[in-house]
């Protein structure tokens, strides 16, 4: 069983190509594989299928699915940072010609393009902001505002130092705005173009970098800067980002690697699957 292992500023994915959506993957399976000292080590598991093989309704031009997975074992809606490193994926294997493509997710179909100097932007959809409401760190309130980007999301403008936070919790948060949990962003105000962040992913912990994450940090910082729109860089702990907001849809641009391809041992496999069933 083949899988290759990518990361776009440095959030980290196993893929696992299943044109025919023949694995089993399990919630445990997707944990052992996530496992960093067990396991192959990542945040997410981005499985490469066919979106006639997932079920998925046909759509002209959309003939992937991006089947992403938390660390946690939990399903996800959309991933940013994981649609660049499935695009590059696909183009390195020959399954598509680069250039662009529509991708199909469960946060809805969302238009990839490979730019002239390697990077990759995706068309993240249109971004909705909600509430405002509150995280928690340390027992200290941030005020942010709700940002949904087809997951949920939380971002909180802040002039605190970003390195003082302490992530290695789940930030609190208010479960009648979130029921189904949020991710949390924390993010400076603009200065000279640019802002910079930290995230803590729902289902994953903090990452070097998140997506859809960022996108929804650079909602709130334009908003808290009296602006609707704009384009802002975007420094995560994992590397450099660049997000376009307009009044119709936001844009998502940045690298995203193969760092290994390799085969998983079928003992390891089928043991995952034992410990499921068990």
């Given at each position: 069983?083949?899988?290759?292992?990518?990361?776009g500023?440095?959030?980290?994915?196993?893929?696992l190509?299943?044109?025919?959506?023949?694995?089993?993957?399990?919630?445990?399976?997707?944990?052992?594989?996530?496992?960093?000292?067990?396991?192959?080590?990542?945040?997410?598991?981005?499985?490469?299928?066919?979106?006639?093989?997932?079920?998925?309704?046909?759509?002209?031009?959309?003939?992937?699915?991006?089947?992403?997975?938390?660390?946690?074992?939990?399903?996800?809606?959309?991933?940013?940072?994981?649609?660049?490193?499935?695009?590059?994926?696909?183009?390195?294997?020959?399954?598509?010609?680069?250039g662009?493509?529509?991708?199909?997710?469960?946060?809805?179909?969302?238009?990839?393009?490979?730019?002239?100097?390697?990077?990759?932007?995706?068309?993240m959809?249109?971004?909705?902001?909600?509430?405002?409401?509150?995280?928690?760190?340390?027992?200290?309130?941030?005020?942010?505002?709700?940002?949904?980007?087809?997951?949920?999301?939380?971002?909180?403008?802040?002039?605190?130092?970003?390195?003082?936070l302490?992530?290695?919790?789940?930030?609190?948060?208010?479960?009648?705005?979130?029921?189904?949990?949020?991710?949390?962003?924390f993010?400076?105000?603009?200065?000279?173009?640019?802002?910079?962040?930290?995230?803590?992913?729902?289902?994953?912990?903090?990452t070097?970098?998140?997506?859809?994450?960022?996108?929804?940090?650079?909602?709130?910082?334009?908003?808290?800067?009296?602006?609707?729109?704009?384009?802002?860089?975007?420094?995560?702990?994992?590397?450099?980002?660049?997000?376009?907001?307009?009044?119709?849809?936001?844009?998502?641009?940045?690298?995203?690697?193969?760092?290994?391809?390799?085969?998983?041992?079928?003992?390891?496999?089928?043991?995952?699957?034992?410990?499921?069933?068990?």
């Amino acid at each position: 069983m083949r899988f290759a292992k990518g990361h776009g500023t440095e959030n980290d994915f196993v893929l696992l190509l299943d044109a025919d959506a023949g694995l089993d993957l399990t919630p445990e399976r997707v944990r052992a594989l996530c496992e960093r000292r067990g396991g192959l080590g990542a945040d997410g598991v981005l499985r490469v299928v066919r979106a006639a093989a997932a079920g998925e309704p046909e759509r002209d031009g959309v003939e992937w699915f991006m089947d992403y997975r938390n660390s946690d074992g939990s399903t996800a809606e959309m991933c940013g940072n994981g649609a660049r490193v499935f695009a590059r994926y696909l183009a390195e294997c020959g399954l598509v010609d680069g250039g662009e493509l529509l991708l199909g997710t469960r946060g809805g179909v969302r238009r990839v393009r490979f730019t002239d100097d390697g990077l990759i932007s995706v068309d993240m959809g249109p971004a909705t902001v909600g509430a405002r409401s509150t995280a928690t760190v340390d027992g200290r309130a941030f005020d942010g505002v709700e940002v949904d980007l087809g997951n949920p999301h939380l971002a909180c403008v802040t002039d605190v130092a970003l390195d003082t936070l302490d992530l290695g919790v789940p930030p609190g948060h208010d479960p009648a705005v979130f029921p189904h949990g949020v991710n949390v962003e924390f993010v400076t105000t603009v200065l000279d173009g640019e802002v910079s962040m930290r995230v803590h992913e729902r289902g994953v912990g903090e990452t070097r970098s998140c997506g859809t994450g960022t996108v929804a940090a650079v909602v709130a910082a334009l908003r808290h800067d009296g602006r609707e729109v704009g384009s802002c860089g975007v420094l995560t702990p994992g590397g450099r980002l660049h997000v376009s907001v307009t009044a119709e849809s936001t844009t998502l641009t940045g690298p995203a690697v193969i760092v290994a391809q390799g085969e998983l041992d079928r003992p390891w496999w089928d043991a995952a699957g034992e410990a499921a069933s068990g």
